[in-house]
């Protein structure tokens, strides 16, 4: 309602589309409980709708779940970074090739958690229909 966005996940406010007449809509602020017209603020005019309740359930339970997997991935990301920083360090081959081996199954586990978030922004993606 106050900045044009584009992803989904940068949403952070709902309100209520009422069709007045057919394909004639009225932005309803529930949270503030007063009519928005498109002459006022266009934006409540875009955006993203779901077809029932049980959607925006599914919705939101998927945008958590994402959410903690962006940590997850985040958390691998810092502890590889902390492990290469180590291996540049590191004078002995034995601890390097050590050091080169963890770092190769963190970036394994860095890619793993990429593609479970690309499916789950893939499923946040089919259940938010734009507006």
Excluded: C
């Amino acid at each position: 309602k106050d900045t044009a966005i584009s992803n989904i996940l940068q949403s952070n406010h709902a309100w209520v589309l009422a069709e007045v007449a057919l394909g004639e809509y009225l932005a309803l602020e529930t949270t503030g409980g007063f009519v928005v017209p498109k002459s006022k603020n266009a934006l409540y005019y875009r955006g993203w709708y779901f077809d029932s309740p049980a959607s925006l359930k599914s919705h939101n339970e998927l945008v958590r779940e994402y959410n903690i997997r962006v940590g997850i991935r985040n958390q691998i990301a810092a502890e590889d970074n902390k492990v290469i920083a180590e291996h540049n360090k590191s004078t002995d081959p034995a601890t390097a090739a050590r050091l080169e081996a963890v770092h190769n199954k963190l970036a394994e586990l860095i890619k793993q958690q990429e593609a479970a978030l690309n499916n789950v922004m893939s499923e946040i993606n089919k259940l938010a229909i734009p507006l």
